[in-house]
């Protein structure tokens, strides 16, 4: 059966930016385009793949070609346009729907990252520092005080991560972009995030994985964090979301590939 898709109500709602960063398209702002390396044919030359957000197109010189924010997630992913506008709705209505509950989120950081956001980069966060990594709530997830303070990580008595062991969260690149919260129950492992971060991008601990090596997948932060204390101390990583998608373990697969390594 096939539905009506409105590909220019998707235009309206979501920007071509908000497309690049989805599909994690790393690219740099030269004036008022975004410039960088090809994702659809995965060239080398970072000058070759164009953004324009204001007009909401893209051009590549080396496929020749070019469109708008349908078109390149149909060809990033290698599906047809149509099925791209079903996915890429998908992605706003459940961005709209499943965004964390919580109330007490920081303000600031959202408005922050409106400003800075667009180049398929999430802004620099600034460490918490009053993060207590001797807290007896992080010694019952099985979590030493060398190790919380390894990853920066502790209880947060005040802020957004108020009542949860707030764990940080990295870029590729080893850029604070977010902060994990990780319930002080242990059977709880729905994890916590300030309001409007989408973690569902994000290969956790992936800085801190060597080129050709061997990387393992575990199941979430904290398993990392019991992993280091008993001396898996880089080369894995986890989701941050509870159920992975095909484009999730995608992005996986692109990244291991990026740094030649494997499963
Ligand atoms: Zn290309």
């Known amino acids: 059966m096939s539905s009506f898709i409105d590909f220019d109500e998707i235009k309206q709602r979501v920007s071509i930016n908000q497309v690049v960063q989805w599909l ?6 030269v004036g008022d385009q975004l410039r960088g390396c090809c994702p659809i044919h995965k060239g080398t030359n970072n000058r070759d793949f164009v953004v324009t957000p204001d007009k909401g197109l893209f051009y590549c010189f080396k496929c020749k070609e070019g469109g708008d924010l349908i078109k390149l997630y149909a060809n990033v992913k290698f599906i047809d346009q149509k099925s791209a506008a079903a996915e890429i709705l998908k992605r706003i209505d459940i961005g709209k729907t499943a965004r964390p509950k919580g109330r007490e989120q920081a303000s600031n950081s959202a408005k922050s990252s409106d400003s800075k956001r667009g180049n398929g980069k999430l802004p620099p966060l600034k460490p918490l520092d009053y993060l207590l990594s001797e807290h007896n709530n992080v010694q019952a997830l099985g979590i030493s005080q060398d190790t ?4 920066g990580a502790g209880f947060a008595t005040k802020g957004v991560m108020r009542g949860y062991i707030a764990i ?3 870029d590729r690149e080893g850029t604070l972009v977010a902060y994990a919260g990780r319930s002080p129950n242990p059977s709880n492992s729905t994890l916590k995030f300030a309001k409007g971060f989408d973690p569902s991008p994000i290969i956790f601990n992936a800085h801190r994985c060597e080129p050709e090596s061997v990387v393992q997948l575990a199941h979430d932060p904290l398993e990392i964090l019991q992993a280091y204390q008993n001396g898996v101390e ?5 989701f941050l979301t509870e159920d992975i998608s095909p484009w999730q373990l995608g992005q996986l697969a692109v990244f291991l590939d990026d740094l030649k390594c494997r499963l």
């Open 24 to 29: 994690d398209i790393r690219l740099e702002e």
């Open 168 to 170: 940080p969260v990295h």
């Open 234 to 238: 880089s080369n894995i990583v986890a």
């Open 148 to 151: 919380a303070e390894t990853f």
